[in-house]
Nanobody, 123 residues
Framework: QVQLVESGGGLVQAGGSLGLSCAASGRTFSRDAMGWFRQAPGKEREFVAAINLSGDATYYAEPARGRFTVSRDNNKNALYLQMNSLRPEDTAVYYC????????????????WGQGTQVTVST
């Protein structure tokens, strides 16, 4: 069992930056690939970024490429998402998730989900 708790959300102006964190507990963190998803009001939840178990492979959805960076610290059981050049369309609840592989994360076939943290980008 894995418990995931996101933090770091908030209100930021367009063009600004925000860093999200996800604290994992419950079992050995380095057994899982991890990822970030988001859900905007009235829209389906969508994949944002994923990172493999060792942290040396990542994958991003097209809206996130070049602006967002996913990373992890297995010693701290933590997952991160650094978001730069934020846009109003990035406004959403952001979720972290754990799964068996990078591929499974990208396919949204995750085993565990956090409760989410709100990110609001103002114009």
């Amino acid at each position: 069992q894995v418990q995931l708790v996101e933090s770091g959300g908030g209100l930021v102006q367009a063009g600004g930056s925000l860093g999200l964190s996800c604290a994992a507990s419950g079992r050995t963190f380095s057994r899982d690939a991890m990822g970030w998803f988001r859900q905007a009001p009235g829209k389906e939840r969508e994949f944002v970024a994923a990172i493999n178990l060792s942290g040396d492979a990542t994958y991003y959805a097209e809206p996130a490429r070049g602006r967002f960076t996913v990373s992890r610290d297995n010693n701290k059981n933590a997952l991160y998402l650094q978001m730069n050049s934020l846009r109003p369309e990035d406004t959403a609840v952001y979720y972290c998730a754990a799964g068996q592989s990078l591929y499974m994360i990208v396919a949204s076939k995750c085993d565990y989900w956090g409760q989410g943290t709100q990110v609001t980008v103002s114009t």
